[in-house]
């Protein structure tokens, strides 16, 4: 064999290697695989990595072990029901973005009771175990929720998505600030030009409600199109699926990058916590809210 056909060909193995064939099209995605018992040992900020777009997501296995989210899953018997609000896709516990400044001091109130109502329905201290995720994985830089006028922002609702309800569509994080203004109210608090999405899969579906990641990026959205033609547009891109057990907790590139949640085709709903997080405007802290 020639040199040239040796070239030809190993550069085919690197590209097979590098970018994955997935649905026929090639798919470029980053993502770094850690066990939740090792994050202590890390000795760069993956943070600051998955901030800036170097990675497109870090996925810990077993953030949480079977005991701790059997124990999570038996207590939703036990929720408020003033904490408990309808969506499309089924319910979320917990206040949700905020799309109305009307909404805001609700959304206050809300985000205080759901914080001791998370810990309670965890049957430990969540927020101490995801700020220490953070310290680790930035190197122990200051982690805490958002605060406006001495409230402070929702920190991880739940979302109870149901059998054929629907799905989340396609979206990233940084595109509600164009399609609800409201939303700019965490402006004045925090660093917006990205902010990293966080998932906890809690339970899992026999079949649909996967995370599925597409080859887009919001720098390279166009800003004058209706938000259904965007949408019909990521469809069109390129996908992966992102496979995700109870207990697993990933950190992505949300800001940016679209990405979506199939619809719930098994007859167990699929249950997850969710939140956003970004740098404060001085970068000396990272914050976390939804």
């Not at 999570?72 to 609000?85: E, G, R, T, V």
């Amino acid at each position: 064999m020639n040199n040239k056909l040796k070239l030809i060909r190993y550069h085919y193995r690197s590209i097979k290697y590098s970018y994955g064939l997935y649905r026929g099209l090639k798919t470029k995605f980053n993502i770094l695989d850690i066990e939740y018992r090792d994050l202590n040992r890390l000795n760069s900020s993956l943070y600051s990595q998955l901030y800036l777009g170097d990675l497109d997501a870090i996925r810990i296995k077993s953030f949480l072990n079977k005991e701790e989210i059997s124990k999570y899953i038996n207590n939703l018997s036990k929720l408020k029901p003033a904490l408990l609000f309808e969506k499309p896709f089924g319910f979320t516990h917990g206040p949700s973005l905020i799309d109305s400044y009307e909404k805001m001091d609700k959304y206050f109130d809300a985000a205080k009771e759901y914080f001791k109502e998370l810990n309670n329905t965890m049957g430990f201290d969540f927020h101490d175990k995801i700020v220490n995720v953070l310290m680790d994985l930035s190197l122990n830089h200051v982690c805490e929720i958002p605060n406006c006028s001495g409230a402070d922002y929702a920190f991880f609702p739940m979302k109870n998505m149901k059998r054929l309800c629907g799905s989340i569509p396609a979206h990233n994080g940084l595109m509600f600030y164009d399609m609800y203004p409201e939303c700019r109210h965490i402006e004045s608090l925090i660093d917006k030009s990205n902010q990293i999405s966080i998932l906890l899969l809690m339970q899992k579906s026999e079949k649909g409600g996967d995370l599925e990641f597409i080859d887009w990026r919001y720098c390279d959205t166009p800003k004058d199109l209706s938000t259904d033609v965007l949408r019909n547009m990521a469809m069109r891109k390129a996908r992966k699926s992102i496979d995700l057990l109870p207990g697993d907790l990933i950190l992505f590139h949300g800001g940016q990058l679209w990405h979506r949640v199939t619809d719930i085709l098994g007859r167990t709903p699929r249950i997850s916590l969710s939140a956003f997080s970004s740098f404060s405007l001085n970068h000396e802290s990272i914050l976390i809210w939804n």
